[in-house]
């Protein structure tokens, strides 16, 4: 009963894949921020994370909402495109938090 659940939302793993980074990003970089840790590099996300961490959160989540949202219902159509677009994303996206969160260190 739950798999048929998780297959209605999650039509592939390859998008749990890509929205289970992002959520990874968006709780780490909140809680990392909070503790001084780090700075956001990001200029989109970096005026809204030094004005709150949980204004960065509320934007943060409404993005992963809204992608989760256009990738679900798009992939009632064309899974395969989905499928593939969730996996460049997730390689696209764990790249770029690597390399920005090194690039971070080096400050």
Same mark, same amino acid.
């Given at each position: 009963?739950?798999?048929?659940?998780?297959?209605? #939302?999650?039509?592939?793993?390859? =998008? *749990? @894949?890509?929205? !289970?980074?992002?959520?990874?990003?968006?709780? &780490?970089?909140?809680? /990392?921020?909070?503790?001084?840790?780090?700075?956001?590099?990001?200029?989109?996300?970096?005026?809204?994370?030094?004005?709150?961490?949980?204004? #960065?959160?509320?934007?943060?989540? =409404? *993005? @992963?909402?809204? !992608?989760?949202?256009?990738?679900?219902?798009? &992939?009632?159509?064309? /899974?395969?495109?989905?499928?593939?677009?969730?996996?460049?994303?997730?390689?696209?996206?764990?790249?770029?938090?690597?390399?920005?969160?090194?690039?971070?260190?080096?400050?």
């Amino acid at each position: 009963m739950m798999n048929a659940f998780w297959q209605k #939302f999650f039509p592939t793993r390859a =998008l *749990t @894949l890509l929205l !289970a980074i992002g959520l990874i990003d968006l709780i &780490s970089t909140a809680v /990392l921020h909070a503790q001084g840790q780090i700075v956001e590099l990001n200029p989109i996300m970096r005026p809204l994370i030094e004005t709150s961490e949980w204004l #960065f959160v509320f934007v943060k989540g =409404l *993005t @992963l909402i809204a !992608a989760w949202y256009v990738m679900y219902k798009y &992939s009632k159509e064309h /899974l395969p495109f989905i499928r593939k677009a969730c996996l460049a994303g997730s390689v696209a996206y764990a790249s770029i938090w690597v390399i920005w969160f090194i690039a971070g260190s080096m400050h």
